[in-house]
């Protein structure tokens, strides 16, 4: 932010220190470790007075001087100016904080300098034990040195308490100095083993490369074990996130921790060709391969390195986009252009939109990505939306901690969106096509207060059911809508009619798709390959069938809607015709209608690509199935994608447990609601109702609009009864906080009606959902003192449910207040009275059965005393829809 960027966007600031750390680090390793192995074969060799091995030592220090001094200085050169313009904001800080310590190393660097220069022009012109003197001063030098860049190096990666006193030896000394201290000096040490073969391999004397190639394999193999163990060591002394994010999290490190794997396999495996009789060609191949394998080894560490550090470049002091921490609020809130010093936008407008979205591109991303090569943007950015961009940047830092935080307020968020889709990608939003939904016509069915003696009273359970309508690909909502019924006989004390009765349905003529009956009346779990326990399935009812009885209702369950009525209606509130006959004489006793809610209009393509598979209006299109399961391969290590190419799509649910389907899932695995509120709550923070209508078919100027009840008329949304999305997330992910996946999800969330986390209870879903007397207390409209909010206030038990609970005569709640999200008296976008047809069959208005006194719809007599609940026949009326 305070410095300039260098742009660099095919190839890459950080490919490049890659390159040139990795050269430089292999030869800085080889500088230490090969001084010990020149001062010890040359005391070896004086010693047994070997004036072949001390000719083999005078030759390789000339090797050793070139490769160390020469390309070794060069590429050091190139380090400090390759971090200097790709990261200089963190190369100040190193500077600045480590200022001494830089001072004395260029001393120590100084001091191997001459030493070597003295040892490798004197050698064999002075006697043999000032010689080897010169020998140990250089390897004293060159370890000091390393033990100097180690404290810096280490610092970069675990500060410990720097962090909050700023001192030099607190960062010097942190945690991970001494393990990287042991085990950088082993890899010096197998290093001088390696590169000590390489001169061995063109000696021309047979027995003289076996005995030297006899001293390297020594070399490589004894400080192997310590190697393994410090290694050990070093992973447990950095933070447990960046453990994490190192060996489970981040997938991108998974290519260079097989790379150091491979690696130590290939070094140590093909070192053993050292012990074996071989021809000098072989010889040479094999060390020259040996080298090689080391630059790969060391790649991998250091990248591995990398990736631990990250999102920081100095872990927990700075971010990689050069901004601290501390800096975060001040930004965000006035905003990255205006703070920043190289940029000439400081003001964002509609008309500089795209070119300011570039400036903070170009400050906040460069110096990690390209922009179509190493870690290019290209590629990470084609499967979202302009939306999905906008929400993938909120939650930067979250479920990926490894990336930093967005920096900058909402509106330049939208602008690094609006320039990566537009202008990088080159593509458009389509406008939405706006879809008016036909004014179906109804038929209420007859009744007659004075001749009628039954009533039968019919409900969906959840007031909408949604389906994810692209099974080649995977499904989590598959068709599946269940009518409830209940039959009274009407007088002085009405009857509930449990036996003696049989009930039917069937779907009005022209409210459904002829072909979507047989092909989704036989949905099975086989379609999905799965093996779900008994009890589990999804095979239900036709569009046209009985009814059974379960307690004191009869059901329907799991009946196959889908919301088209032809080749060009999308009608997501199909109605059904249910009646009650005399089991005995086949007497019709009574009949009415119902919706049986569903729809298509799931929000995926919001983010996801791929826009509306059904006629632009509604439907999951195949290019949005398939981003959705190339994210979660990539996310999770699995292969949904292939496997549904190879005709093997899978249900979520096969992993995934899931109480409204029975599905048990797996163990180790989050549940399905807790996995997609938990993941999609830090991707559209911030949101309140929005939030919900991103996913759900509850938009109010949507195809669906399915939050159509009285509660909607009077301003209650979405949050009031289920909490912002990350309160609602919270509440999930705490049934399973022991679950890594869990902890990662919500450690970047934060409550928002709830005061802390530990607040807020945990929540199974569709086990535990609001209480309606967290709002309706004694059964009032509202109550003095409520807070707005049903959010946490959870029923006590399943039977305790709306959609389950009855009073003490056994009538359900919803048969007289009619579905959730629909509560009579409900506004229907496809008709105004469609979700009211039984309040108007049998009282003429619009509202809770019974309400305006109209209690003699069952009862045959004025009631004057609360017969179902407190507060029925005394409460304040409020006004409702009136056919």
């Not at 004197?122 to 390897?139: C, Q, V």
């Not at 008309?351 to 591109?361: D, M, V």
């Not at 460069?366 to 906008?390: F, P, V, W």
């Amino acid at each position: 932010m305070n410095y300039p960027v260098w742009y660099l966007p095919h190839l890459g600031g950080g490919l490049l220190i890659a390159i040139i750390a990795v050269l430089h680090v292999v030869i800085s390793h080889l500088a230490v470790g090969g001084g010990l192995f020149l001062v010890l074969t040359e005391r070896q060799a004086v010693l047994t007075k070997n004036n072949a091995l001390l000719e083999y030592v005078r030759k390789h220090t000339w090797f050793f001087l070139l490769l160390t001094m020469v390309f070794g200085g060069m590429s050091g050169v190139g380090i400090w100016f390759i971090i200097s313009l790709v990261n200089p904001a963190a190369t100040s800080s190193l500077i600045h904080t480590f200022v001494f310590g830089w001072a004395i190393e260029w001393v120590f660097f100084m001091g191997e300098i001459v030493a070597l220069l003295i040892y490798h022009y004197r050698f064999g012109k002075m006697d043999s034990k000032s010689h080897m003197t010169l020998g140990w001063l250089y390897f004293i030098f060159a370890w000091l040195s390393l033990f100097i860049i180690n404290g810096i190096l280490c610092f970069m990666l675990t500060p410990g308490k720097w962090i909050e006193t700023g001192s030099f030896w607190h960062g010097f000394m942190n945690p991970s100095f001494l393990p990287s201290l042991i085990f950088r000096t082993c890899i010096s040490l197998i290093f001088a083993g390696v590169f000590g073969l390489v001169t061995g391999a063109w000696l021309k004397d047979k027995e003289m490369r076996r005995a030297i190639f006899r001293l390297c394999a020594r070399w490589m193999y004894i400080p192997l074990l310590v190697l393994v163990f410090t290694g050990i060591y070093y992973t447990r002394v950095i933070s447990a996130e960046s453990f994490e994010n190192l060996f489970h999290f981040n997938r991108e490190s998974t290519p260079f921790i097989t790379l150091i794997i491979v690696c130590s396999i290939l070094l140590f495996g093909l070192g053993l060709f050292t012990l074996v009789k071989s021809s000098q060609a072989t010889q040479k191949i094999g060390a020259l391969m040996l080298v090689v394998i080391c630059f790969g080894w060391m790649a991998g560490f250091e990248y591995m390195r990398e990736i631990a550090r990250k999102p920081f470049v100095l872990y927990g002091h700075m971010y990689s986009t050069g901004i601290t921490p501390s800096q975060m609020d001040s930004v965000n809130t006035e905003g990255f252009l205006k703070l920043a010093k190289w940029t000439k936008i400081k003001e964002l407008t509609d008309e500089n939109i795209l070119e300011a979205g570039a400036e903070i591109f170009r400050l906040q991303c460069m110096a990690c990505h390209t922009l179509d090569a190493y870690n290019g943007i290209m590629n990470k950015s084609d499967q979202l939306t302009e939306r999905g961009l906008e929400a993938l940047l909120t939650g930067m830092g979250k479920v990926n901690s490894y990336m930093p935080p967005f920096a900058g307020t909402e509106e330049e968020k939208r602008a690094v969106a609006a320039y990566i889709y537009r202008e990088l990608q080159g593509k458009t939003t389509v406008p939405a096509v706006e879809y008016v939904a036909p004014d179906l016509p109804l038929d209420i069915p007859p009744f007659n207060p004075d001749s009628s003696e039954y009533v039968l009273l019919v409900w969906n359970d959840l007031g909408m059911h949604s389906i994810s309508d692209n099974e080649k690909y995977f499904s989590f909502l598959p068709p599946g809508n269940t009518l409830n019924a209940q039959l009274f006989k009407r007088g002085p004390v009405p009857e509930l009619i449990t036996s003696g009765i049989a009930m039917d349905y069937a779907v009005e003529e022209g409210f459904l798709h002829p072909e979507y009956h047989s092909m989704f009346w036989e949905y099975d779990e086989a379609i999905f390959g799965v093996d779900l326990p008994e009890g589990t399935g999804l095979m239900g009812k036709g569009v046209i069938g009985t009814m059974e009885l379960h307690g004191s209702v009869y059901a329907a369950p799991l009946i196959p809607v889908v919301p088209y009525m032809d080749d060009k209606t999308y009608n997501p509130y199909p109605v059904f015709t249910i009646r009650a006959f005399d089991e005995s004489t086949g007497e019709m006793l009574a009949f009415t209608k119902a919706v049986a809610p569903t729809s298509t209009e799931l929000g995926c393509r919001n983010c996801h690509e791929g826009g509306w598979a059904w006629n632009d209006v509604s439907g999951m299109a195949d290019l949005t199935a398939i981003n959705i399961l190339s994210v979660h391969d990539r996310m999770n290590g699995t292969t949904l994608l292939a496997d549904a190419e190879n005709g093997e799509p899978k249900l979520c649910q096969s992993c995934h447990a899931d109480p409204s389907m029975n599905a048990p899932g797996k163990p180790d695995v989050l549940n399905f609601s807790t996995a997609i509120h938990g993941f999609h709550a830090n991707y559209l923070s911030g949101m309140d109702q929005e939030a919900c209508n991103m996913c759900h078919p509850s938009r109010p100027e949507g195809n669906t609009e399915f939050f159509r009840g009285r509660h909607s008329e009077v301003g209650v949304g979405c949050t009031e009864c289920h909490g912002t999305l990350e309160d609602h997330a919270l509440g999930l992910l705490a049934v399973q906080s022991d679950n890594k996946a869990s902890a990662r999800l919500a450690r970047g969330l934060e409550p928002v009606i709830a005061t802390s986390k530990q607040e807020i209870i945990p929540r199974m879903p569709w086990l535990m959902e609001p209480d309606c007397r967290s709002c309706h207390t004694n059964f009032n409209i509202f109550e003095d003192g409520f807070d707005g909010t049903a959010f946490n206030r959870w029923v006590p038990g399943f039977e305790a449910l709306y959609r389950n609970r009855t009073d003490n005569h056994g009538v359900m709640c919803s048969a007289c207040h009619g579905s959730p999200h629909a509560i009579y008296g409900a506004y229907n976008k496809y008709g105004l009275q469609r979700d009211n047809q039984q309040p108007l069959q049998y009282q003429g208005l619009a509202g809770t059965i019974g309400t305006h006194g109209q209690c003699m719809v069952c009862h045959t007599v004025e009631m004057t005393a609360n017969g179902h609940h407190r507060n029925m026949v005394n409460r304040e009326l409020s006004p409702l829809l009136v056919e």
